[in-house]
T-cell receptor, first 118, second 114 residues
């Protein structure tokens, strides 16, 4: 079946603009994660969804970052007033796991969105 | 704080040689351990995982890893490296709780010489 898809694959924006990044998880996966991969910080957790709820937002770096998930499926990560330090690859992952259990379940990653802020 | 250490940033091996990539994790009651591989421009692909039972786990592409609780290590091995194994390798751990997030190491970039 189809894997996790993300769009756009590349996004170039000007400092101060808002951007939206989209993630389509594997059908039926209840858990969805956003991670950020940057040169200086490696792979960092941003936010975790279980269904449409986000029980863990602890990785969002500032209030300029927000995310939502609708219908237990598609998720959008929004970055407002982008800064140059937001430049990174944003990775989405989904998993069939339930909250607090199934820790051995695999997270399946999408190809990522490369964001460049000029 | 929970953390994962991959002490080797960059490793170069000859094709056909054996490989061992090191990973150490901070103490946790029941660590769930993963190795992912990332080829250039690609997302992360799971190689193998450990959560219980036999401490030597087999994965895809001929990789294996051994969990050693006494050393807090989960090293990745391959007996004979192929040129197509050139990629970046990430070790990750999760401990559960309110979130099942993965905590990643900084990665090891593997180059394969002909």
């Amino acid at each position: 079946g189809a894997g996790v898809s993300q769009s756009p694959s590349n996004k170039v924006t000007e400092k101060g603009k808002d951007v939206e990044l989209r993630c389509d998880p594997i059908s039926g996966h209840t858990a969805l994660y956003w991670y950020r991969q940057s040169l200086g910080q490696g792979l960092e957790f941003l936010i975790y969804f279980q269904g449409n709820s986000a029980p863990d937002k602890s990785g969002l770096p500032s209030d300029r970052f927000s995310a939502e998930r609708t219908g237990g499926s598609v998720s959008t990560l929004t970055i407002q007033r982008t800064q140059q330090e937001d430049s990174a690859v944003y990775l989405c992952a989904s998993s069939p796991e339930l909250a607090g259990v199934s820790l051995s379940d695999t997270q399946y990653f999408g190809p990522g969105t490369r964001l460049t802020v000029l | 704080a929970q953390s994962v250490t991959q002490p080797d940033i960059h490793i170069t091996v000859s094709e056909g040689a054996s490989l061992e990539l090191r990973c150490n994790y901070s103490y946790g009651a029941t660590p769930y351990l993963f190795w992912y591989v990332q080829s250039p421009g690609q997302g992360l692909q799971l190689l193998l995982k450990y959560f219980s039972g036999d401490t030597l786990v087999q994965g895809i592409k001929g990789f294996e890893a051994e969990f050693k609780r006494s050393q807090s290590s989960f090293n990745l091995r391959k007996p004979s490296v192929h040129w197509s194994d050139a990629a970046e390798y990430f070790c990750a751990v999760r401990y559960g709780g309110a979130t099942n997030k993965l905590i990643f190491g900084t990665g090891t970039l593997l180059a394969v010489q002909p």
